[in-house]
Nanobody
Framework: QVQLAESGGGLVQAGDSLRLSCATSGLTFIRYYMGWFRQAPGKEREFVATISWNGDSIYYEDSVKGRFTISRDNAKNTVFLQMNYLKPGDTAVYYC?????????????????WGQGTQVTVSS
């Protein structure tokens, strides 16, 4: 059974940092690209960042470039999202997801497995 479990969310002030983790189990981690998505209240889920199986290919949504960093530890089957200089607009539930391929993708429909999400709230 495949499981993706996010952790690390919380309530912070604008300008603070958080590091999200997504621990996976039940899949061959190195065969999957990984992504982070987020969904704010009343809005559609949106792409945040994606990373290839070996970390050589990475892509970010424009609003998080320079502030967020996606990384992965294949030995621990875990993907991370380091979020710096957080803004109130970053408030959302953050989801990690996995897609079976050696590429990367910004499209949620290409991802096969999803976690339950972790809440990030940034106060002004």
């Amino acid at each position: 059974q495949v499981q993706l479990a996010e952790s690390g969310g919380g309530l912070v002030q604008a300008g603070d940092s958080l590091r999200l983790s997504c621990a996976t189990s039940g899949l061959t981690f190195i065969r999957y690209y990984m992504g982070w998505f987020r969904q704010a209240p009343g809005k559609e889920r949106e792409f945040v960042a994606t990373i290839s199986w070996n970390g050589d290919s990475i892509y970010y949504e424009d609003s998080v470039k320079g502030r967020f960093t996606i990384s992965r530890d294949n030995a621990k089957n875990t993907v991370f999202l380091q979020m710096n200089y957080l803004k109130p607009g970053d408030t959302a539930v953050y989801y990690c997801a996995s897609g079976y391929s050696y590429g990367i993708s910004r499209l949620s429909r290409t991802y096969e497995y999803w976690g339950q999400g972790t809440q990030v709230t940034v106060s002004s």
